[in-house]
């Protein structure tokens, strides 16, 4: 079975606060991804990242950034924790190639106070 | 307008009843349909995978997909109370991007 591992499943952070959201995925994809979901607006792509060191801008990227420095593991940075960005981050992995399907992790749930 | 609609809900059914769970699309790229299951504060879990137009069935589940009206559908039959979860449909391109629908949040009750 594939494996996406979010390291931590709920955190509570102050505001300004720098935050790491860790994910290692156990199935040699290439491509990991970081989305957020809220009530309403559904998922919504922050980054993603096809190759180690490589990473693409989502349609939300602003006050976050990424690492990828090995295949199986993609962090989620928030640089400075604000209270807007109290929502659930799904991190995710795909195989590269067409009609890959892509596989989520249990979720990180952030409260940002 | 968005690439994926689908009907928030929520749906609420009772026990054994048939539900249907609808998305509608515009992108003609879209090449194959996936639908996730979302228990509440987990992560969406694959369900279907579909590619192309046509029916798949998968136990009590059927997706179904008609690219001419740009529709997708998944049925759920003798629907149960473990099925109250949201459901996200998912169409797919051959480039990597995923597109999901917002979701709708089915209630089966007993």
């Known amino acids: 079975d594939v494996k996406v591992t979010q390291s931590s499943r709920y955190l509570v952070k102050r505001t300004g606060e720098k935050v790491f959201l860790e994910c290692v995925q156990d199935m040699d994809h290439e491509n990991m991804f970081w989305y957020r979901q809220d009530p309403g607006l559904g998922l919504r792509l922050i980054y993603f990242?096809?190759?180690?060191?490589?990473?693409e801008k989502g349609d939300i990227p602003e006050g976050y950034s990424v690492s990828r420095e090995k295949k199986e593991r993609f962090s989620l940075i928030l640089e400075s924790a604000s209270t807007n960005q109290t929502s659930m981050y799904l991190c995710?992995?795909?195989?590269?190639?067409?009609?890959?399907?892509?596989?989520f992790g249990e979720g990180s749930w952030l409260t940002v106070v | 307008q968005k690439e994926v609609e689908q009907d928030p809900g929520p749906l609420s059914v009772p026990e054994g009843a048939i539900v249907s769970l609808n998305c509608t699309y515009s992108n003609s790229a879209f090449q194959y349909f996936m639908w996730y299951r979302q228990y509440s504060r987990k992560g969406p879990e694959l369900l279907m995978y579909?590619?192309?137009?046509g029916n798949k069935e998968d136990g009590r589940f059927t997706a179904q997909v008609d690219k001419s009206s740009k529709y997708i559908s998944l049925f759920i039959r003798d629907s149960q109370p473990s099925d109250s979860a949201t459901y996200l449909c998912?169409?797919?391109?051959?480039?990597?991007?995923?597109?999901f629908g917002s979701g709708t949040k089915l209630n089966v009750k007993p």
């Open positions: 998912a169409p797919g391109t051959n480039f990597n991007k995923f597109y």
């Open positions: 995710a992995s795909s195989n590269r190639g067409s009609g890959n399907t892509i596989y």
């Open positions: 579909t590619y192309s137009s």
């Open positions: 990242s096809y190759d180690v060191k490589m990473k």
